[in-house]
């Protein structure tokens, strides 16, 4: 079993639709969780923290379930610039025992 | 320069060859990494060197062999590599405490071996 599991895609949804990716984690000792973005061919840039409280920023809201051990990002009102691959990650053990999921690829299309 | 510079952006190589990546970081970290990305497979850690000093080899091969001079400096030097080694490695920084470590990355180097 991978230690950081998303669904590969692809999404593809039209402009301004709501659009939500999970991802689980097999460690129970992860302590932080982390989204970050990749365009093609770019780097990965970080998008947002994970907070056990959930949160918010603009039309991204993150979400945290440890009992469950999964990950959820929810993105409001779809641009085309959010086109990208959104890749999740946990942080647990020594602070560089970061663990990469393997990307959720999103196109949204006109 | 800000942030995370790497260098070549592309580069091409013979399994024969030897070549040396290079990562520079403006950004004051203590913390530098090489991660392998191969196509629709997660980041690979490679190496991490906290304050210079190499503290995780997630056993990488041989013919990879990092250095890191300097906190704000790392290389990874490429010899007699194989075709499955072809993929993009990146460069990171970060400044590593306790519960948090928030990686920046470079452009990345994407490598070709033939």
């Known amino acids: 079993r991978k230690e950081v599991e998303q669904d590969p895609g692809p999404f593809n949804v039209p402009e301004g639709a709501t659009v939500a990716f999970n991802c689980t984690y097999s460690?129970?000792?992860?302590?932080?969780f982390f989204w970050y973005r990749q365009d093609c061919r770019k780097e990965p840039k970080l998008l947002m923290s994970?907070?056990?409280s959930g949160n918010e920023d603009g039309r991204f809201t993150a979400q945290l379930n440890r009992a469950s051990q999964y990950i959820s990002l929810l993105i409001r009102d779809s641009k085309l610039s959010d086109s990208a691959t959104y890749l999740c990650?946990?942080?647990?053990?020594?602070?560089?025992?970061?663990?990469f999921g393997s990307g959720t690829q999103l196109t949204v299309l006109p | 320069e800000t942030g995370v510079t790497q260098t070549p952006r592309h580069l091409v190589m013979g399994m024969t060859n030897k070549k040396s990546l290079k990562c520079e970081q403006h950004?004051?970290?203590?913390?530098m990494y090489w991660y392998k990305q191969s196509a629709k497979k997660p980041l690979e850690l490679m190496f991490v060197?906290?304050?210079?000093?190499?503290?995780e080899n997630n056993s990488v091969p041989s013919r990879f062999s990092p250095e890191c001079p300097n906190s704000s400096h790392l290389f990874l030097h490429l010899h007699t590599l194989q075709p499955e080694d072809s993929a993009l490695y990146l460069c990171?920084?970060?400044?590593?405490?306790?519960?948090?470590?928030?990686?920046?990355f470079g452009a990345g180097s994407r490598l070709t071996v033939l």
């Open positions: 990171a920084s970060s400044q590593e405490s306790p519960g948090a470590n928030v990686l920046t």
């Open positions: 460690n129970s000792a992860s302590q932080s």
């Open positions: 994970v907070y056990s």
């Open positions: 990650v946990a942080l647990s053990g020594s602070a560089r025992q970061l663990t």
């Open positions: 950004l004051g970290h203590n913390a």
């Open positions: 060197y906290n304050f210079k000093e190499q503290t």
